[in-house]
């Protein structure tokens, strides 16, 4: 996956510009805050994730020479405590696994642990609200439909929802060319 998401993850470091935290929640193999962070000298980032995929993220941080401004917190995004003061909080192909009130949930933590002025950036496939097009996301939503618990591919507006919900003040969608993915910037 790491090359595929590799035109992503500039478009988030842009939009990052110089956090000084970033929280890479359900980081994987960490390239959205190794982006950001070798585009701004001063950037921490914590990534959170299962221990055995943090391992791989390790590596990838050392390898682009951040060991002293990488560090990983092992668990559940749920349930692990994620400290606070944070700038930044990435959710990278994260929310659609899970039903909005479990979505809510977990904004509602993220409003918590960030600073004022604080943003999340969601990278997310996101359906038109006919929820039909474009097709190759609608298929996208499908899925998620058939291989979750609960999942879905979620509209913008569906998203305005459950950010506001959880606190936060605004959010936009942004468009990444040629990518099918969009990116929700949220501000608390």
């Given amino acids: 996956m790491m090359p595929m998401m590799r035109p992503p993850a500039a478009f988030l470091a842009e939009l990052a510009g110089e956090p000084r935290r970033v929280l890479d929640i359900a ?11 070798r585009r ?4 921490r980032v914590v990534a959170v ?11 990838n941080a050392q390898a682009a020479g951040l060991d002293g401004r990488y560090e990983t917190l092992p ?14 909080a990435l959710l990278t ?4 696994h899970f039903d909005p009130p479990t979505c809510q949930k977990l904004l509602e933590r993220l409003h918590r642990v960030l600073v004022p002025g604080g943003r999340v950036l969601t990278l997310e496939m996101v359906p038109n609200a006919d929820r039909v097009t474009p097709p190759a996301v609608a298929a996208f939503s499908l899925m998620m439909l058939g291989t979750t618990e609960a999942g879905d591919a979620y509209t913008f507006s569906q998203y305005e929802a459950m950010f506001g919900a959880a606190g936060f003040s605004r ?6 060319d040629g990518s099918p993915q969009q990116v929700v910037v949220s501000y608390r």
């Fill in 27 to 37: 980081a994987g193999h960490g390239l959205f805050g190794i982006t950001i962070a």
């Fill in 171 to 176: 959010s936009e969608l942004l468009p990444i």
């Fill in 49 to 59: 994730d299962w221990v055995n995929v943090l391992a791989l993220a390790r590596e």
């Fill in 75 to 88: 668990g559940s995004a749920f349930e692990v405590d994620l400290g606070s003061g944070y700038d930044l």
């Fill in 93 to 96: 192909n994260f929310l659609h």
């Fill in 40 to 43: 701004s000298p001063q950037t």
